[in-house]
Structure formats: C-alpha cells, structure tokens
C-alpha cells in the first residue's frame, strides 16, 4: 500500500476484493506460500508514454498514455482503453485489476489489462480525434498483439475511436489480426458487441432476481445513470423486458421522464450528434431536466443501474435510493459504489450485483469477438447474444454456488472475488513464481 499510496482508486479496488478473500487463503495455504497476492495486485508490465498530436489550428498537444498489463495468468491481457481528462496511472491500474476477475468470471481465456489517456473528446473534431488515435497507436502498438494484449473501448472509446485505432495497427504492422475488439462489423467486429455491456446487465440482474427473490423486471421502475453505450443499451433491453426506465444522464445532469425513457431520443442526441442529455427535456414534454448528475439517486425507483463512472453512488446516495424503496442495485459501470454506500446496502439487505460480474457481459463478447477472429467466420445475432444471455446466467451461478462454499450465501459481491480469484490464483500457482 505505501507504494501505491497515491493511487485511491486502485487501493479502493484492491482492499474490496482482500477483504472478502480471508476464507479463501485460509482454505488454501498453497496460495499464501506462492505469494499470489502479493503478485495478484502487482501489475506484470505499466507502460506509461507521450502521445503528440496537432490540433486543427495547427498547435502541437502533448497527452499522456496507457496501458497496464496487469495479469496473463489465463489468458492473453484484455481490457478496454479510456480517454478521458481523470484517467491517470492509479485510475487505469484500479480497472485492470477489476478486469482480472472479471475476464476470470466469463470463464472466456483472458488475462486482465486496461489502458487509456487523459485526452478529452469533448468539443474535437473528427480529424482531431482520428489523429489523437493514429498519435496513441503509434506507440501502443509495440506493446500489444493478438495473442499478446487485445484492447478494447471504454468511456470515450467506440465505434469510431477503435476503427482509428485499428487502421493505424494494421498500417505499421501490416497485419489484418484481430488485435482490438469492438470493431466495426465491416472489420472484424461481431454482432452484439456493442450491446453486449448493458444488455448482459439486464440478463444478470434478472438472473440474480429470479434466483434470489423469485422476481424479475416486469412492472418495475428502473433508475438508470449515463447515456453512452451502457446506458443506453441497459435501458433499451430492461424496457424489452418489462421495466419502467425514467431518467437518463451525463456529467452536467440528469433527466427524468415519468412516462419512461424515449431511447430514441436519446440515441440521436447521443450518437446522432453527441449533444447533451439536457436537449432530453426541450423535446419531450412532461420530462424534466436537472443540474447535477448526483441528483439521479433522489429518483423513486425499485432496481437502481449504475451505467456511468467510478464512485458515483456516494453514502448519501445510497441512503437517498434506500429511503425511496428501491431494493436492487446492479452495477453497468465499474466501480460506481463507494465502500460507503455498498455498507448500505448491506445493511438494508439490497440485492447487489457488482460490477466485475454484472457488467462483465462487454469483455465476454468480446472474448467471443477474438474467438469469431480466430475462426475468421462471424455468428448471428441472435447465436451471440444467446451466449452472452447463457454466460451472464452462468456469473450468477458461479457466484452463489462459491459464495456458498465459502460460508457467505447470498452474497454476490464476495462470490464473485472468490470465484473470479480461485481460477486465476489455481494458474499462476500453477505456472510458478513470475
Ligand atoms: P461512454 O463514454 O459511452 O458513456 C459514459 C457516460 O457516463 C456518459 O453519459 C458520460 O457523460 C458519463 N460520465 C462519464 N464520466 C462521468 C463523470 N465523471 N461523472 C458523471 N458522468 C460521467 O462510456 P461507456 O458507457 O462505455 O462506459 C460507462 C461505464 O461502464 C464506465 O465505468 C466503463 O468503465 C463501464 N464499462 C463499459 C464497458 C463497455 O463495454 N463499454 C464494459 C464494462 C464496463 P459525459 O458525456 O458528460 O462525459
């Protein structure tokens, strides 16, 4: 910890897994004598790297870039890249140990990484952004591999950013591999990637409902935090499955629609013209728009969905969400809950679905895209999505059956650390000391 004492995010990460592991390493001695978790929260290789670009008025910019490798014991490193003006080493290392139990949960063959930069989209252009990503690629490029490191997207990384990216490997490396995933369908990309993170939320959480209180979406209100590609995806599949979703947000507010989200809507605001969710309310009477995206947990609801950023659901929110009945908590995003506000919910026995296993439905479809990669031949629709249905229902029976074993029934959060350690932990006992 003093090492990484400049880093909360990643300590934060790191000491919500530990604490729920005490069971595991008494029950397996093997791992204390190999050091895995010493070398668990270790990362194999950080490359850190300057990223100079010109701007359209022709003045030079200097951004900062990623990429942590932080575990291969399964399989080769995964995990998306993040542009956005908070990234920072300890930001990217908290999501690269999180992607190492979750890619472990897919029961998909892939270790666990996460890169980015703190560059801002925001307000650039598309020859900006295209040259941003050829200036980013340039460098990343002698770091990863498809069978070495295989990024993705993540928060200001999609469709376009990735085919940047990809065109830009493919010309200094002269090799058509399938070295990112999230790509476009014309490219390599597989169907339902880009629904697989919030659409694999939805099946987990009413997986987690079925099993746990006989319930599921039908006829509930659903708070629903962002408007990018979890959120938006999430909102679309829990109204498919009979859920009421009333708001919608980003970094400057947040919607509320009693009479449900018109995703429509907010798929052309979003990405027809990545405007703002505040033109929501001009063009949806009886929606209303508030300043502060905090305010989207004082919502009246019954399942809550993070779909936005780190520590986004404070104590105070917590409380706000319980106070109004709402019972469930599934999180889109990684690492939306402060320890604070998951003390919460287990105290007022909300059924929680952490991120590294909620919204692991991305990473596992793209696990399915390097697959379809490799095969070099492309699954339907509905065969993909039906695998991502089967593995997020797998996630939830993983978790409860080691929760179990491990004297913690019910608990979502601690089955989903054991069950996502064991596996990875079994590997690099196996492989030895590295
Ligand atoms: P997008 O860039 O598509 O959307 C992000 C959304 O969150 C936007 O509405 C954005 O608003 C909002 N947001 C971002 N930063 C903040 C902030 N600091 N405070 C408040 N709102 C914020 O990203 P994704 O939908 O891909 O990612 C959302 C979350 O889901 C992240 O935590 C990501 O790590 C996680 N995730 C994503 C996966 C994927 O497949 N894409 C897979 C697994 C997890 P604004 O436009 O104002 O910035």
């Keep these: 910890t003093k090492r990484d004492g400049d880093q909360p995010e990643f300590l934060q990460a790191v000491y919500e897994v530990l604490d729920t592991l005490q069971p595991v390493i008494e029950k397996h001695p093997e791992y204390e004598a190999n050091g895995v978790l010493e070398r668990i929260v270790e990362p194999e290789r950080v490359v850190k790297f300057r990223v100079a670009w010109v701007d359209d008025s022709g003045k030079v910019q200097v951004n900062r870039g990623y990429r942590v490798q932080f575990n291969s014991a399964i399989g080769p490193y995964k995990g998306g890249l993040r542009f ?99 790509k476009g369908l014309e490219f390599g990309g597989s169907l339902a990637r880009t629904e697989a993170t919030g659409y694999g939320l939805c099946y987990y959480t009413q997986e987690a409902l079925r099993v746990l209180k006989n319930d599921s979406f ?42 449900g989200i018109q995703l429509d809507v907010v798929k052309d605001i979003k990405l027809g013209h990545r405007g703002r969710i505040k033109e929501y309310a001009d063009r949806v009477p009886g929606s209303e728009y508030h300043e502060g995206c905090a305010g989207v947990w004082t919502v009246k609801c019954d399942i809550a969905l993070p779909c936005a950023t780190q520590n986004e659901i404070d104590e105070a929110s917590a409380e706000a969400l319980v106070a109004n009945g709402c019972t469930v908590v ?19 026995g909300v059924l929680y679905g952490p991120a590294k296993a909620a919204n692991a439905g991305g990473v596992a479809v793209s696990g399915l895209e390097m697959s379809q990669n490799s095969y070099r031949l492309s699954w339907t629709f509905e065969e993909t999505d039906a695998k991502l249905k089967g593995i997020m229902e797998s996630i939830v029976a993983e978790s409860l059956a080691a929760a179990k074993e491990y004297g913690e029934e019910g608990d979502l959060m601690a089955g989903a650390n054991i069950a996502g350690f064991v596996k990875v932990a079994n590997a690099m006992v196996a492989q030895g000391v590295l």
Excluded: W
């Excluded at 930001?91 to 998909?108: A, D, M, P, R, W």
């Design 330 to 348: 599934c999180e889109g995003a990684n690492m939306p809950s402060t320890p604070e506000a998951i003390a919460v919910y287990q105290k007022n």
């Design 84 to 182: 956005h003006p908070t990234v920072n080493e300890g930001v990217i290392k908290f999501l690269g140990f999180e992607q190492i139990l979750k890619n472990s949960l897919t029961t998909l063959p892939m270790g666990g990484g996460k890169g980015g930069s703190d560059f801002d989209p925001k307000g650039k252009s598309d020859a900006e952004v295209m040259r941003f990503c050829q200036a980013f690629m340039t460098e990343l490029q002698r770091h990863i591999g498809q069978f070495t490191d295989v990024p993705a997207g993540d928060i200001n990384v999609g469709a376009r950013e990735i085919g940047y990216l990809f065109g830009q490997y493919k010309r200094i490396r002269d090799e058509y591999s399938g070295v990112l995933t999230g």
């Design 218 to 259: 039908e006829g509930k209100t659903v708070a629903i935090s962002g408007s990018g590609n979890v959120a938006i995806f999430a909102t679309e599949k829990a109204t498919e499955l009979g859920a009421k979703v009333v708001t919608a947000s980003d970094s400057n507010g947040y919607i509320y629609d009693p009479n």
